[in-house]
Structures are given as structure tokens and as C-alpha cells.
């Protein structure tokens, strides 16, 4: 099974300024304290397959300068970390992947998956899962309910060829963002797998609906 590099796309957990849809019903502080919940599970379970050398983490993270950004990196027990720097979200994912370009290179790590922070049900095997698809298949999508995804990973042939079509023409946050991103790549011979759909906690109804 090849090594991946696992980047996790993180916001910093700051009172007022992540989770405002749930900060509605459950208050700003409460809200903060679920970011902050999900993030430290989200880095547990990536943490279990690098230390089993199946993957590189590295925390792309908004919402902080780059010194606090280096402070909490050290807390989490995460070495390698970059800014998610400004745009919409498809232009922060290609960034990275290509401010990761040489540390791939370097460790010949040929694929790269995304995940974010918002799952409190992540489990190893939805990352041991999609690193076994990748062997056979392009691309990996873990759909999410809103009609997104939670998770994306990406092979050496999207990477090296077509890097720009998984974040074109796609209006993010909206309903179509999975569909979109399928059909992005309409116009070349390429193989994609889904995982299960997960719920993206967002709001309270979110939360709800994972009981």
C-alpha cells in the first residue's frame, strides 16, 4: 500500500469565529469547544496510520498568523504545517498541494488526501479504506450530507495531469459540490470511488440527526 500525505484542513477554534450556524443555537463558546473537540479526534485518528508509516499528516490551518499557527501546530503533536492562505476553498486544497509538492517528491509520496474537521465519527478504517481504493482508482470521495464531501483523496495521475479539474466551476458550500466535482472530470478516462456518507456537523440539526 503506497504513503499518502494526509492534509487536514483546520480553523482555529476561536470564540466567535468558527461553527457561526451552530454558535446560534448553542451559544459561541459551546461552539468553539465542538471545533475544538473534533479537531484533537480528527488529529487522533490520523495520527494511529502515521504511526503505522501508511501516511504524512500536515495541518492546514486558517484563522491564526503564522506564530500562533506554529504554537498550535506543537500543541496538536503535529511537525509539518502551512497556512491556508486566502481564496475560496478550492484554491486553499490546490495550494497546498502544491506548496506540498517537493515534500512529496522528496519522501516519493505519489497521493494526497483532503479531510476536514467536522466528523466526530472518523474512524481508521475510513482512512485505511481510501488508501486501499487509491491503489485501483483516481479519485475518492467520502460524500457528506449536505451534498459535499468530507473527504477527497487524489492519485499521482490527477495530481501530475489534472490538478485543476477536482476545484473548478464549483460554487462551494452549495448543494452540488460533489456532482460538480464528478463532472469536472466528464472530459477524461478516469476511475472514482465513494466511501460511506458521513454527516458534516454544521448546525444543530447536524447533531441531531447523528442520534
Same mark, same amino acid.
Not at 100 to 114: D, E, G, L, Q, W
Not at 154 to 166: A, N, T
Given at each position: 500500500?503506497?504513503?499518502?500525505? %494526509?492534509?487536514? &484542513?483546520?480553523?482555529?477554534?476561536?470564540?466567535?469565529?468558527?461553527?457561526?450556524? @451552530?454558535?446560534?443555537?448553542?451559544? *459561541?463558546?459551546?461552539?468553539?469547544? /465542538?471545533?475544538? /473537540? &473534533?479537531?484533537?479526534?480528527?488529529?487522533?485518528?490520523?495520527?494511529?496510520?502515521?504511526?503505522?508509516? %501508511?501516511?504524512?499528516? +500536515? $495541518?492546514?490551518?486558517?484563522?491564526?498568523? @503564522?506564530?500562533?499557527?506554529?504554537?498550535?501546530?506543537? !500543541?496538536?503533536?503535529?511537525?509539518?504545517?502551512?497556512? =491556508?492562505?486566502?481564496?475560496?476553498?478550492?484554491? *486553499?486544497?490546490?495550494?497546498?498541494?502544491?506548496?506540498?509538492?517537493?515534500?512529496?517528491?522528496?519522501?516519493?509520496?505519489?497521493?494526497?488526501?483532503?479531510?476536514?474537521?467536522?466528523?466526530?465519527? @472518523?474512524?481508521? =478504517?475510513?482512512?485505511?479504506? +481510501?488508501? *486501499?481504493?487509491?491503489? =485501483?482508482?483516481?479519485?475518492?470521495?467520502?460524500?457528506?450530507?449536505?451534498?459535499?464531501?468530507?473527504?477527497?483523496? @487524489?492519485? !499521482?495521475?490527477?495530481?501530475?495531469?489534472?490538478?485543476? %479539474?477536482?476545484?473548478?466551476?464549483?460554487?462551494?458550500?452549495? !448543494?452540488? /459540490?460533489? =456532482?460538480? +466535482?464528478?463532472?469536472?472530470?466528464?472530459?477524461?478516462?478516469?476511475?472514482?470511488?465513494?466511501?460511506?456518507?458521513?454527516?458534516?456537523?454544521? +448546525?444543530?440539526?447536524? $447533531?441531531?440527526?447523528?442520534?
Amino acid at each position: 500500500m503506497g504513503k499518502a500525505l %494526509l492534509i487536514i &484542513m483546520a480553523k482555529w477554534h476561536g470564540f466567535g469565529r468558527c461553527k457561526t450556524r @451552530l454558535s446560534k443555537d448553542i451559544g *459561541k463558546s459551546n461552539s468553539a469547544k /465542538v471545533q475544538s /473537540v &473534533m479537531t484533537k479526534h480528527t488529529i487522533s485518528v490520523a495520527k494511529f496510520l502515521q504511526e503505522n508509516n %501508511l501516511i504524512d499528516i +500536515t $495541518i492546514a490551518i486558517s484563522g491564526l498568523g @503564522l506564530g500562533n499557527c506554529r504554537r498550535w501546530s506543537r !500543541e496538536l503533536g503535529i511537525k509539518k504545517f502551512n497556512l =491556508q492562505g486566502k481564496g475560496c476553498l478550492g484554491e *486553499k486544497m490546490k495550494r497546498q498541494i502544491v506548496i506540498n509538492k517537493k515534500f512529496c517528491t522528496r519522501h516519493k509520496i505519489k497521493n494526497i488526501i483532503f479531510i476536514g474537521t467536522d466528523l466526530p465519527d @472518523l474512524c481508521h =478504517q475510513d482512512l485505511l479504506n +481510501t488508501l *486501499k481504493e487509491l491503489q =485501483q482508482n483516481d479519485l475518492i470521495l467520502g460524500p457528506s450530507n449536505d451534498g459535499g464531501y468530507w473527504l477527497i483523496g @487524489l492519485s !499521482e495521475k490527477i495530481i501530475s495531469k489534472h490538478l485543476y %479539474l477536482p476545484f473548478i466551476n464549483i460554487q462551494w458550500g452549495r !448543494e452540488n /459540490v460533489l =456532482q460538480n +466535482t464528478i463532472n469536472n472530470f466528464a472530459s477524461i478516462k478516469f476511475k472514482y470511488k465513494f466511501l460511506d456518507k458521513k454527516i458534516d456537523i454544521d +448546525t444543530i440539526f447536524d $447533531i441531531e440527526n447523528r442520534k
